[in-house]
T-cell receptor
């Protein structure tokens, strides 16, 4: 079956601009996660959705970052007034209700803020 | 942000050698997972561990959940070229869904 998909695969933007990153989880997976991975580091948690609601957003670095999952499937991570320090790979993962501890990752969106 | 302490940071080995890497934490985790990441890809789950002391294998890979619940180990036997990549440990605390990752071990294999 299809895995987690993320679009775009690459995004180049200018400092101060607004960006949206999309995640399409595996069908039937109720939990969805966003992580950010800087060069040479492991992924760091941003936010977790159970269904439509954000169950844990403790990893969002500041109020420029926001994520939604209006229908409990696709999620969009939104970054306002981008800064050069936001450059990273943004990873999305999902997990099924029958195995909630196991998270399956997408290929990521590589964001470069110039 | 908080990350687990993973070592070694990198390994350069000959094809056919065995590999060991480990991950430690100052706090307890209820689940340990090991992922492999290749360039341009997301992490791929290799092994999941759910009980202290558990030893689980997946082909040539064997991982253990430390008895103190503060560490985990991954061994790869008889390495082959396709084992090249970055290996990450990840822990999950009770009642929390988010994963905390190590910094990764970069494995390079000389044929």
């Amino acid at each position: 079956g299809a895995g987690v998909s993320q679009t775009p695969s690459n995004k180049v933007t200018e400092k101060g601009k607004y960006v949206e990153l999309r995640c399409d989880p595996i069908s039937g997976h109720t939990a969805l996660y966003w992580y950010r991975q800087s060069l040479g580091q492991g992924p760091e948690f941003l936010i977790y959705f159970q269904g439509t609601g954000a169950a844990d957003d403790s990893g969002l670095p500041n109020d420029r970052f926001f994520a939604v999952r209006p229908e409990g499937s696709v999620s969009t991570l939104k970054i306002q007034r981008t800064e050069r320090g936001d450059s990273a790979v943004y990873l999305c993962a999902s997990s099924p209700p029958w195995d909630p501890e196991t998270q399956y990752f997408g290929p990521g969106t590589r964001l470069l803020v110039l | 942000g908080q990350q687990l302490n993973q070592s070694p940071q990198s390994m350069f080995i000959q094809e056919g050698e065995d590999v060991s890497m480990n991950c430690t934490s100052s706090s307890i985790f209820n689940t340990w997972l090991w992922y492999k990441q290749e360039p341009g890809e997301g992490p791929v789950l290799l092994i999941a561990l759910y009980k202290a002391g558990e030893l689980t294998s997946n082909g040539r890979l064997t991982a253990q959940f430390g008895i103190t619940r503060k560490d985990s180990f991954l061994n790869i036997s008889a390495s082959i070229p396709s084992d090249v990549g970055i290996y990450f440990c990840a822990g999950q605390r009770q009642g929390a869904q988010k994963l905390v990752f190590g910094q990764g071990t970069r494995l390079t294999i000389n044929p």
